[in-house]
């Protein structure tokens, strides 16, 4: 019963907040509800739908703060992030996304792209692309970061996870030496536990093999809701 007047609660919510605050994606020119409004009087509902943070958010928000992020709300940045961050990928294999219902941004790094075959060395060739990527998440300051690895099927599963934490360490760690607050950055690999499409063969399998970049974003009442549980 408790759990049906909290949801109810919920959609009346978003419901009023559909009437009353929306704004045009600069993507599509569509209307649509504000992240800003999500943000500030969504409350425990916002909460919710940032989740999958590793390490959980409490303590990286404190830590971001502390390291000095824009204090203010997340709302239309985030879709202007989006925008510019598919500019600046543009033709380069690079996929941008909303993920998380919406509530978080997926940036994904195909294999051939960032790596050489059995490397977790960067390739030369993507590190300017790597230097937008930190260079929009230094503009957007009001965001956590998580990195995952992924790799295919091909090998052994412990060495397929090996190298899918170096990937993903090796990528949060350019990202941190071009300037992006090491307290918002988390890494993990996944290996072969994640596969993007179930395949054995040749043609599909390197869709397997890939680093994510989770971009989750967070506003005032956030820290505000982290530093009173961090008390």
């Known amino acids: 019963m408790k759990k049906s007047r909290i949801m109810t609660a919920s959609l009346a919510a978003v419901s009023l907040l ?5 704004v ?12 800003t409004v999500l943000g500030t009087a969504g409350g425990a509902l916002a909460g919710g739908l940032l989740g999958g943070v590793i390490g959980g958010k409490t303590g990286r928000i404190i830590g971001a703060a502390a390291g000095g992020v824009a204090g203010g709300v997340v709302g239309y940045n985030m879709d202007k992030q ?20 919406g509530e978080a941004i997926l940036v994904n790094l195909p ?13 030369p060739g993507f590190r300017d692309l790597l230097d937008r990527v930190a260079s929009s998440l230094t503009q957007y300051p ?3 970061v998580d990195v ?3 790799t295919d099927t091909v090998g052994s599963a412990d060495s397929n996870q090996r190298l ?6 090796a990528v949060a760690n350019y990202l941190i030496s071009r300037g992006v607050n090491s ?29 994510e970049i989770k971009i989750i974003p967070f506003d005032q009442q956030d820290i505000q809701a982290a530093q009173s549980q961090g008390m």
């Not at 045009?24 to 992240?35: I, L, M, Q, Y």
């Not at 294999?111 to 390739?123: K, M, Q």
């Open 111 to 123: 294999d051939g792209v960032t790596f050489a075959t059995g490397s977790y060395t960067i390739s």
């Open 18 to 22: 559909t009437v009353s605050a929306c």
């Open 148 to 150: 995952y690895g992924h």
């Open 183 to 211: 307290s918002r950055i988390r890494w993990m690999g996944f290996g072969e536990t994640r596969l993007k499409v179930s395949t054995g063969d040749n043609v599909n399998q390197p869709l397997n093999r890939r680093v």
């Open 24 to 35: 045009t994606d600069p993507n599509t020119g569509e209307r649509k509800v504000s992240r």
């Open 164 to 169: 899918s934490e170096q990937r993903a360490q």
């Open 82 to 101: 989006i925008k510019e961050l598919e500019e600046q990928t543009a033709g380069s294999g690079v996929d941008v996304s909303e993920t998380d219902g």
């Open 142 to 144: 009001n965001s956590l």
